[in-house]
């Protein structure tokens, strides 16, 4: 399957740019380059992520016109990591792009095979089926960590489920808004008590929960 003629101009043109972006963040990382981009290790770049992809999703929300600017932020530490885990023989850039064009195609057999979808529910119905079916070929989810960087309420509602051993968060039906409002207030209280005492309320919690988890309580 190819793109229309239309839009041969603009892709040629932004695979030579993602060229210039790889050569540049090439010769960021070399003897010749910057001390602190050559300082960088991918163990300390999750939360860098994790703050330009909110960064992102802020800017989706308005009328875009800083959407640009924050992908290309986001896309740097991508290229970024992929060059770091190149140098040291992990997998480069090209790796990191095969896997993902070949996941497009295999969650997408109603485009490139023989299956059919008629609307977004029966895509969605195949993309889930097929997704699971990757996850049976994997490890229990039990046995898989769950990801540290993750925001500190979620990374505490994930443990919690698991140590329950119930659904995952966003498997049962949520409770009333009152309930909802309620328990925001006591949360947002506790985040600002945590400020009056000099606390950081994100830390705080994540270091609690990897407490519990060390003492087998979560």
């Known amino acids: 399957m190819t793109a229309p003629e239309s839009e041969s101009g603009p892709r040629r043109r932004a695979l030579e740019l993602m060229g210039e972006t790889l050569e540049l963040v090439a010769v960021l990382r070399s003897e010749e380059g910057c001390p602190w981009d050559r ?22 929300t308005g009328d875009l016109a800083g959407l640009p600017e924050e992908l290309g932020d986001l896309l740097l530490l991508i290229l970024m990591q992929a060059q770091i885990a190149a140098e040291s023989g992990k997998f480069d850039v090209a790796e990191v792009i095969s896997e993902l064009n070949a996941k497009l195609v295999r969650r997408h057999p109603h485009v490139f095979g023989d299956a059919r979808a008629r609307d977004p529910a029966e895509a969605i119905e195949i993309w889930q089926s097929v997704k699971a079916d990757e996850r049976s070929r994997k490890p229990p989810a039990q046995s898989q960590p769950i990801p540290g960087y993750l925001p500190a309420l979620k990374y ?30 006591r949360i947002y209280d506790l985040v600002a008590e945590a400020d009056d005492l000099g606390i950081d309320a994100e830390t705080a919690l994540r270091r609690r929960v990897d407490d519990l988890i060390g003492e087998g309580v979560a």
């Not at 051993?165 to 207030?185: I, R």
């Open 156 to 185: 505490a509602r994930e443990q919690i489920a698991r140590a329950r051993g119930g659904p995952e968060p966003g498997d049962v039906p949520g409770g009333s808004a009152a309930s909802a409002a309620a328990l925001a207030d």
């Open 39 to 60: 300082a960088l290790r991918i163990q300390d770049m999750g939360q860098h992520v994790i703050e330009e992809a909110y960064e992102v999703a802020s800017a989706g």
